[in-house]
């Protein structure tokens, strides 16, 4: 078995990852943690170019917009662009689009949500315009007040749409962990009694357009992430193979406990680096 291989599964130690035409990465506890990289991240980005893999980034933050992330992630050394970034925030965005239409979104988050809102035709409406709204959107939002939980309560209270780009409860930051999205989320769920549509990881709907995107088969795909309940489960659900990393979300007695298959990696490492001997 090599170094630093847990496994849960029936699944052999001598794994070729080359066999796999796409691979979906993560990115907060996965390639980095706040502004500092994964050690062994690049490299294993630059062997999957060498090898003609397609890569593509799929977050479930919808703090910022795919060409802020992918300004992010070269700042680390790895050649990336927007378009090799699908974030929570882009999938609801289109999500909406796919099913309603144009909406009048008001939008708990920010300019992250509210750019990928606008660049799919959605129209952004102000809280002194609250009663347009037939849509309230919810993600990690940085400046959450009891104004805005206040609003998005009273457009759902009147029949409208409760849309989250996610419930992460938790985001990995250097020393700890930040309130996620899915806080927020509960304070709106709490004020209505109303549980929201998610868009996010495990949601069919992101994978099925990160596949899309990739233009590859679940089956021929590697998810990577550090989150059980929505990277591993969401891969797992879609029929990928799924590796987890214990660099972010999952702690190693984490995993341990794990005794549902639905989040039961078929491979976890210690972080993305140690993916370099399975693509040699």
Same mark, same amino acid.
Request: proline content about 5%.
């Given at each position: 078995?090599?170094?630093?291989?847990?496994? #849960?599964?029936?699944?052999? &130690?001598?794994?070729?990852?080359?066999?796999?035409?796409?691979?979906?990465?993560?990115?907060?506890?996965?390639?980095?943690?706040?502004?500092? %990289?994964?050690?062994?991240?690049?490299?294993?980005?630059?062997?999957?170019?060498?090898?003609?893999?397609?890569?593509?980034?799929?977050?479930? $933050?919808?703090?910022?917009?795919? &060409?802020?992330?992918?300004?992010?992630?070269?700042? !680390?050394?790895?050649?990336? &662009?927007?378009?090799?970034?699908?974030? &929570?925030?882009?999938?609801? @965005?289109?999500?909406? #689009?796919?099913?309603?239409?144009?909406?009048?979104?008001?939008?708990?988050? +920010?300019?992250?949500?509210?750019?990928?809102?606008?660049?799919? +035709?959605?129209? %952004?409406?102000?809280?002194?315009?609250?009663?347009?709204?037939?849509?309230?959107?919810?993600?990690?939002?940085?400046? !959450?007040?009891?104004?805005? =939980?206040? @609003?998005?309560? $009273?457009?759902?209270?009147? *029949?409208?749409?409760?849309?989250?780009? $996610?419930?992460?409860?938790?985001?990995?930051?250097? *020393?700890?962990?930040?309130?996620?999205? *899915?806080?927020?989320?509960?304070?709106?769920?709490?004020?209505?009694?109303?549980?929201?549509?998610?868009?996010?990881?495990?949601?069919?709907?992101? #994978?099925?357009?990160?596949?899309?995107? =990739?233009?590859?088969?679940?089956?021929?795909?590697?998810?990577?992430?550090?989150? #059980?309940?929505?990277?591993?489960?969401? *891969?797992?659900?879609?029929?990928?193979?799924?590796?987890?990393?214990?660099?972010?979300?999952?702690? @190693?007695?984490?995993?341990?406990?794990?005794?549902?298959?639905?989040?039961?990696?078929?491979?976890?490492?210690?972080?993305? +680096?140690?993916?370099?001997?399975?693509?040699?």
């Amino acid at each position: 078995m090599k170094p630093g291989l847990y496994i #849960l599964s029936t699944i052999p &130690s001598t794994i070729d990852m080359k066999e796999f035409e796409a691979f979906i990465f993560d990115l907060d506890g996965c390639i980095y943690i706040g502004k500092s %990289i994964i050690p062994g991240a690049r490299d294993v980005m630059e062997r999957l170019r060498e090898l003609g893999k397609s890569v593509l980034f799929v977050t479930n $933050n919808a703090t910022k917009t795919p &060409s802020e992330f992918a300004s992010k992630l070269r700042s !680390f050394g790895i050649k990336v &662009s927007a378009d090799d970034v699908l974030t &929570s925030a882009t999938a609801t @965005a289109m999500y909406l #689009l796919e099913e309603f239409g144009k909406c009048a979104v008001y939008p708990v988050g +920010g300019r992250g949500l509210t750019e990928e809102l606008r660049r799919q +035709g959605h129209r %952004i409406v102000n809280i002194s315009r609250i009663d347009e709204a037939d849509t309230v959107v919810a993600c990690l939002d940085f400046k !959450f007040s009891y104004e805005k =939980l206040r @609003a998005a309560s $009273n457009v759902i209270r009147n *029949g409208k749409r409760f849309i989250a780009t $996610n419930v992460d409860p938790v985001v990995p930051v250097e *020393g700890g962990f930040l309130p996620g999205a *899915g806080a927020i989320v509960s304070a709106i769920t709490t004020a209505t009694n109303k549980e929201p549509y998610v868009v996010g990881k495990p949601s069919k709907h992101m #994978l099925t357009l990160a596949f899309r995107k =990739l233009g590859a088969s679940p089956e021929k795909t590697v998810v990577v992430g550090d989150r #059980l309940d929505t990277d591993i489960k969401g *891969g797992n659900d879609a029929g990928a193979f799924t590796l987890l990393v214990l660099s972010g979300a999952t702690s @190693a007695d984490a995993f341990h406990k794990v005794n549902d298959l639905k989040f039961a990696p078929r491979l976890t490492l210690p972080n993305v +680096g140690h993916m370099t001997p399975y693509l040699s």
